[in-house]
């Protein structure tokens, strides 16, 4: 498949449990239901992947959404519910998924691919649709990279103090690389709990 055919249709995989899972690429008439699921899969104590304990306030917001899916180097693809749960049903307006790949340039104008803004209904949690999502947003960020000639890096930040996500991307070839940061005292992506929140870089190559 292309990546002008990745981009413009649906990404169509099957998970291990063969529920069919499916994304396409987000618009800007996502973006409230966006902004719905990812403020209550991080910010609520619903399912097991929020951080309510360690963060307050707000995700993301519209605008930010926005400028998200206006970036031509960010592709954010959703998993939008549908009324029979099938690709080509109507669509109901509800999402139970997303997630984000970020093509970035460094400083040698080597690519990597920065992996963020995944989120699966916390209903769904624990049935293998996140892997599934995780592993589609692996597949389409390998190929886009391919043509540099060189390991596709894929990364993604994780807060501190969460020793089951980290176990969980390990599991999945991630490791941390050393480089962190303090979590953004600035209000716009929520309101730390406690002072030495900090955010965690993970990698994986794939060569």
């Not at 995700?59 to 959703?78: G, K, M």
């Not at 939008?80 to 099938?86: D, F, I, L, M, S």
């Not at 807060?159 to 390990?170: D, F």
Request: a negative charge.
């Amino acid at each position: 498949m292309s990546e002008n055919n990745i981009n413009n249709s649906n990404i169509h995989i099957d998970s291990s449990n063969k529920e069919s899972v499916f994304l396409r690429k987000a618009t800007l008439d996502d973006i409230a239901a966006l902004e719905r699921l990812l403020n209550r899969c991080y910010r609520e104590t619903a399912g097991w992947t929020n951080e309510a304990d360690l963060i307050g306030g707000i995700r993301t917001t519209s605008a930010e959404l926005a400028a998200v899916i206006n970036d031509p180097n960010h592709y954010y693809f959703v998993y939008p519910k549908t009324t029979t749960g099938e690709r080509e049903a109507e669509e109901t307006g509800e999402l139970l998924g997303c997630i984000a790949v970020d093509i970035k340039t460094d400083a040698d104008a080597n690519k990597k691919a920065y992996i963020g803004m995944f989120a699966v209904h916390p209903k769904l949690q624990g049935q293998g649709i996140g892997n599934v999502l995780l592993q589609a947003a692996e597949t389409f960020a390998d190929r886009h990279l391919q043509s540099q000639n060189q390991p596709s890096r894929l990364t993604m930040s994780i807060l501190s103090h969460r020793p089951e996500l980290l176990a969980y991307y390990q599991r999945r070839g991630y490791q941390f690389n050393g480089n962190k940061m303090p979590f953004p005292n600035d209000g716009n992506n929520g309101e730390p709990k406690r002072e030495d929140l900090e955010l965690l870089e993970l990698e994986k190559i794939v060569s």
